[in-house]
């Protein structure tokens, strides 16, 4: 006869929160296997099976006894608290069978009967806390890396998941909590809304609502879940709510809706979402400056936030904190093509539009990156340009390095890099792409460096392509047109670019991108890498 084993997740540790089929399983079995404590727990529902009960860390001698026992033909009963398939016994149950040689249809009958999870359990108690994206992340180093747990906290809290955190602390493990917050606290305000959950539906349970800062100054232990809101969580009346969304759509203190049912799937009532027939792809997609993901972002929250996006209560929750979460809008700003000089109104301007909140930085091609945290980009774009600053956007596009045209003496060439900046500056790319223009022959700002190179000379332009601009086998790009007569280089320019647009692949560089392709408009591809035989070195490293 063979044997039967169950996995069982008993939920948070009450009775009325066991599911039937947990209990059925547990009063059908032989033999229940568990942690002494959890047998405790259940100790109500059992009616003389045989028990094993192991300490905490004994979990595989535990997985191995029951599949023993199983093979012997007994109907075992594996238990463990919240769903045993969440940081439980049911995957170790499963490890230990695959060792075996396990199969479904000749071995022992395997059912996983699910469970109320610590996430849940402790959500309920703090009000609605996780009703949207949301994770959980065990903090226990015992068999994970500290390093990979560091890394799935920082994706979690980048990407504003509500997160919720298992096994934070124990009598030996005090440190990992420390760090987690440190690294939450890069992402999220130190308002954000934290509840602390012990014991949920056991004897001893101990709710605590507090903030992403003081959370350190509560009891934390091994019973304790500690669930922490997203950007959009807040607290009312001592409950953690966390918005689905429904405000973006409906008033939620009248009967009568502003949108009837047939509008509410319409695109324009939903800017945010995607569309069929939209573009969403990064880097390689199409379109202008205005298409960029983080344009789509500001529009999506502008959309709402003009239409009574923040119910009554968000609103009065960001009062009270004192301080509202706002994205970050990032973009480059110069004085201009050729001309290198800020003036002291323009850079009050952008001390002004900086703000406290802001930061600005100084990058190698003669831009002060901006990074501000704002709802309306539209106000700050409006008062940069204003000054006559020249703005663009960050990340994988056209940018034009130009010289200063020796103070602008030499001054035959600007217009033609002034027309290629405005036709192409700030254009998606495959990856970001530096275009070199130098006003003379001395060609002093580096053209011939870059992704690609314009020299001006007697009148006429020289063009480079190629360039390797960064690493230790960084090269100079490779001359492939003398004397370009300035009706022609912008348009061939303009035509090289929108072919890597076009064809380059995701990522990749201009230089590469040259190389795969052996041909540009015509342009044959030399091959002039340095023939070195140097070991790779990868960025960071020393
Ligand atoms: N299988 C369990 C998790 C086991 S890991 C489940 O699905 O819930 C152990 C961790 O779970 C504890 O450190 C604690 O963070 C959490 N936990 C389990 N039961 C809990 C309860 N009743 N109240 C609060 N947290 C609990």
């Not at 239409?307 to 809008?329: L, M, R």
């Not at 010289?403 to 600007?414: L, N, P, S, V």
């Amino acid at each position: 006869m063979k044997g039967k084993l169950w996995v069982i997740g008993f939920g948070p540790g009450s009775f009325d929160h066991i599911t039937k089929r947990a209990q059925e399983a547990i009063e059908d079995s032989d033999c229940v296997i568990g942690y002494k404590t959890y047998i405790q727990l259940i100790e109500g529902l059992l009616s003389g099976q045989e028990i094993i009960s192991t300490g905490m860390s004994e979990e595989v001698s535990r997985a191995q006894a029951a599949v023993k026992l199983a093979e012997q033909g007994r109907k075992v009963a594996v238990i463990s608290s919240g769903d045993a398939g969440v940081y439980g016994m049911a995957g170790l149950v499963y490890e230990v069978l695959v060792e075996k040689g396990w199969k479904e249809d000749t071995g022992v009958a395997v059912e996983v009967v699910p469970g109320i999870s610590a996430i849940n359990s402790c959500a309920s108690r703090l009000g609605a806390p996780v009703m949207h994206d949301a994770c959980t992340i065990s903090l226990s180093d015992h068999l994970t890396p500290w390093e990979l747990i560091a890394k799935r906290i920082e994706a979690a809290a980048a990407a504003d998941f509500v997160v919720s955190l298992y096994n934070p602390k124990s009598g030996r493990r005090t440190k990992q909590i420390v760090e987690a917050q440190k690294i939450l606290l890069r992402y999220r305000s130190p308002e954000t809304p934290v509840g602390l959950v012990k014991s949920a539906y056991r004897d001893r349970e101990h709710v605590v609502i507090t903030t992403l800062k003081d959370m350190l100054e509560h009891e934390i232990g091994m019973l304790t879940t500690v669930i922490i809101g997203n950007a959009s969580t807040f607290l009312y009346d001592n409950k953690m709510i966390t918005p689905r969304g429904y405000q973006r759509k409906y008033t939620l203190d009248k009967e009568e809706q502003r949108l009837k049912p047939a509008e509410r799937l319409k695109p324009e009532n939903e800017p945010w979402a995607l569309h069929a027939g939209d573009h969403h792809e990064t880097s390689s997609s199409s379109a202008t400056p205005a298409s960029r993901p983080l344009d789509w972002a500001s529009q999506a929250l502008q959309a709402v936030t003009q239409d009574g996006y923040e119910s009554q209560s968000h609103v009065a929750y960001a009062q009270s904190q004192g301080q509202e979460q706002a994205p970050i809008f990032e973009l480059a700003v110069s004085p201009g093509v050729a001309n290198k000089n800020l003036t002291s109104q323009q850079l009050l301007t952008i001390a002004q539009v900086v703000g406290e909140q802001g930061q600005m930085s100084y990058t190698p091609d003669h831009h002060l990156l901006l990074q501000i945290p704002t709802h309306n980009p539209d106000d700050i774009t409006e008062a940069l340009e204003r000054e006559g600053l020249i703005l663009t956007p960050v990340g994988d596009v056209f940018q034009l390095k130009a010289c200063d045209f020796c103070e602008g003496e030499k001054k035959d060439a600007i217009p033609y890099a002034e027309e290629i900046q405005e036709k192409l500056g700030g254009i998606d790319l495959p990856k970001e792409l530096k275009l070199g223009f130098n006003g003379c022959g001395m060609a002093c700002y580096g053209a011939v460096n870059d992704d690609i190179g314009i020299v001006y000379r007697k009148g006429a332009f020289d063009l480079f392509l190629g360039g390797k601009t960064v690493g230790r086998t960084a090269h100079p790009g490779q001359i492939v047109a003398e004397g370009v007569s300035p009706e022609d280089i912008v348009n061939i320019v303009e035509q090289i670019i929108l072919e890597y647009k076009e064809r380059g692949h995701p990522n990749e560089r201009f230089h590469k991108f040259f190389k795969r392709v052996q041909s540009i408009q015509g342009f044959p591809y030399r091959d002039v890498t340095p023939k070195l035989d140097i070991e790779p070195a990868a960025c960071g490293e020393d």
